[in-house]
């Protein structure tokens, strides 16, 4: 799978470099093109890594996947600093350490149901299946879609719980906020949905990753649909949630490979192109926080 997605590979926690160019602006093709030169330090870049580990987080414990791989192909590579914060997947990491079918959740709207792929194959959560199938050495992992075209996060939330019951999921992603940010849905209904959903779902011990609004540039200065994009982030930090930063992914990609076209006729929804890419972005994401855990504090109590 990963050779017929044109995948590269490099270090599982690959950073991609930023560089400078004239007047200090930042390279962002500089970035893109540091993938390959970092595949090719691999050995140096994991022990530079060893050395200075993401403040409050162990490395990881167990390898998530073989120390010179990435999901991410060249096209539709971001830097991981773009992508998602370090957050452990304490649930999903145990069923893998016990050999146990893990079985992810997709919920969420039209990019979560694939509205603009060519077939059911290659709508995001279908991609994502194989690779993570592939990353996994081979292990049956079941992705289920269950994407409704049009739905904002109120809508899902009526019916995750039950979704959740009936498919009893190791890690739900949660893809959101797109559709409240174009009704205009008010920030305090969106917060308070969001939020008291998620923590039913941890309380029945499942991993939740939310996966954050698309970038478009007819959306690009609203700023309701920033509003709802930092609210996102906001409680994914103040939940201690993985959020992969679909916003930032794809204006990282819009404004460094101008010729890669990831959308559909109607310039809003993902056609194959953007479905691979959302899908290497989210296994990225899953696979390089999969084992990581927080350090004990000093005094060794719990957090709370």
Known sequence: MLACLGLTLAPASLGIAETTGAGGQKSAAAEVDAVATQSRTATSANSAQAKKPDIGVIPPIVPVTPPHQTVMSIQCAVPNSALADNVPLPRLAKRLRNNLKPVVLAVGSSS??????????????AQLENILEKVWSGKDVEVINRGVSGETASGTADRLLNLAAQFKPDLILWQLGTND???????????????STVRKLR??????????????????????????????????????????????????????????????????????????????????????????????????????
């Open 112 to 125: 979560t149901w694939g509205v603009g792929s060519s077939s059911r194959r290659k709508t995001y959560p």
């Open 203 to 304: 309380e029945a011990n499942i991993d939740v990753v939310l996966v954050g609004l698309q970038y478009t540039p007819k959306w690009a200065r609203d700023s309701h649909y920033f509003a709802i994009r930092d609210t996102l982030y906001k409680i994914a930090r103040q939940e201690k949630l993985l959020y992969v930063r679909r916003y930032k992914a794809m204006e990282f990609l819009a404004r460094t490979n101008k010729s890669l076209n990831i959308m559909a006729r109607d310039n809003f929804h993902l056609n194959d192109m953007g479905y691979q890419c959302m899908a290497e972005q989210v296994a990225q994401a899953v696979v390089t926080n999969l084992f990581l855990r927080r350090k004990a504090p000093a005094d060794n109590k719990q957090v709370q």
């Open 181 to 195: 940010a174009v009704l205009r849905v008010r920030i305090e209904d969106f917060t308070h949905t969001v939020v």
